[in-house]
Nanobody, 131 residues
Framework: QVQLVESGGGLVQAGASLRLSCVASRMPVRMYAMGWFRQAPGKEREVVASISYSGSDTYYADSVKGRFTISRDNARQTVTLQMNRLEPEDTAVYYC????????????????????????WGKGTLVTVSS
């Protein structure tokens, strides 16, 4: 069973930075596009950023462009979200997710803002930004 484990969340003040990591196991990360999602209280889950299997293509939500950077280290089975200049509006649970290799929606290209058929999710890591 594929496993995704997020880490790096915490409580910070506005303007600070955090670095989230997602470590994947039981899957060859190099074959998969990966993405970060977030869900704030009372809001729907949204795509924050995604990265293609090769790392050559990325997507960012408008709200995080210029502040967040997604990257991947396939050798370490890790996808990272560097978050700078955090704002209170970034407060949410952040999730790492991907699709199955045989997904009808494909598993190699970026997605966002619309997304379909995510097959594997981590349990999430909480980011709280105080003003």
């Amino acid at each position: 069973q594929v496993q995704l484990v997020e880490s790096g969340g915490g409580l910070v003040q506005a303007g600070a930075s955090l670095r989230l990591s997602c470590v994947a196991s039981r899957m060859p990360v190099r074959m998969y596009a990966m993405g970060w999602f977030r869900q704030a209280p009372g809001k729907e889950r949204e795509v924050v950023a995604s990265i293609s299997y090769s790392g050559s293509d990325t997507y960012y939500a408008d709200s995080v462009k210029g502040r967040f950077t997604i990257s991947r280290d396939n050798a370490r089975q890790t996808v990272t979200l560097q978050m700078n200049r955090l704002e209170p509006e970034d407060t949410a649970v952040y999730y790492c997710a991907t699709r199955d290799l045989w997904s009808a929606y494909g598993c190699s290209d970026v997605w966002g803002p619309v997304y379909y058929g995510m097959d594997y999710w981590g349990k999430g890591t909480l980011v709280t930004v105080s003003s």
